[in-house]
T-cell receptor, first 112, second 113 residues
Framework: DAGITQSPRYKITETGRQVTLMCHQT?????MFWYRQDLGHGLRLIYY???????DKGEVPDGYVVSRSKTENFPLTLESATRSQTSVYFC???????????FGDGTRLSIL | KNQVEQSPQSLIILEGKNCTLQ??????????LRWYKQDTGRGPVSLTI?????NTKSNGRYTATLDADTKQSSLHITASQLSDSASYIC????????????FGTGTRLQVFP
């Protein structure tokens, strides 16, 4: 089915472990984004990508790594998870810079 | 400081009633303003997007207004339905930068029968 999918939907891990969140879109959108959503905060941009092999930092990039070797995939890696990274993570994509972004349904990540 | 503030934080209404959600922003420069609906456990879904020159935009029972002079926007929901229960997020985009979306914290709307 066309759309944007995130996996896993739920993840529990321990501090210090590496964890990768996956994002896949079928529209061939150029732009992809990673956000985190925490209580009391609006969505905050972690990283974004304007095209394959082009990525840039957002508002809260520390502790995260991204890559984009293919247009349709944009994985987010927490290299050494910390409790402060417990959050709901959303991936989004758009074909045009000023068009609405399409969001996945999120990954709820808990770090113990 | 670039900020988007929404009010009220939460709202309860009866099915069939109308309601209006508010968004004030202090974002500069301004490119466009977006309203998203976020159901519990789901990602946000776009409702409307308005540029500086647009002051009203509708999407079914949802009507957004924008006053760029006072930096205020509202989202009016007509004849509410139970499925309107969700969080509504106001997002302001700064000019020229695709990464510069400023998100409000949302208004949580509950519609009861």
């Amino acid at each position: 089915d066309a759309g944007i999918t995130q996996s896993p939907r739920y993840k529990i891990t321990e501090t210090g472990r590496q964890v990768t969140l996956m994002c896949h879109q079928t529209w061939s959108h150029s732009y992809m984004f990673w956000y985190r959503q925490d209580l009391g905060h609006g969505l905050r941009l972690i990283y974004y990508s304007a095209a394959a092999d082009i990525t840039d930092k957002g508002e809260v990039p520390d502790g995260y790594v991204v890559s984009r070797s293919k247009t349709e995939n944009f994985p987010l890696t927490l290299e050494s998870a910390t409790r402060s990274q417990t959050s709901v993570y959303f991936c989004a994509s758009t074909g045009q810079e000023y068009q609405p972004q399409h969001f996945g349904d999120g990954t709820r990540l808990s770090i113990l | 400081k670039n900020q988007v503030e929404q009010s009220p934080q939460s709202l309860i209404i009866l099915e069939g009633k109308n309601c209006t959600l508010q968004c004030n922003y202090t974002v500069s420069p301004f490119s466009n303003l977006r309203w998203y609906k976020q159901d519990t456990g789901r990602g946000p879904v776009s409702l409307t997007i308005m540029t500086f020159s647009e002051n009203t935009k509708s999407n079914g029972r949802y009507t957004a207004t924008l006053d760029a002079d006072t930096k205020q926007s509202s989202l009016h929901i007509t004849a509410s339905q139970l499925s309107d229960s969700a969080s509504y997020i106001c997002v302001v985009s700064r000019s020229y930068n695709t990464d510069k979306l400023i998100f409000g914290t949302g208004t949580r709307l509950q519609v009861f029968p």
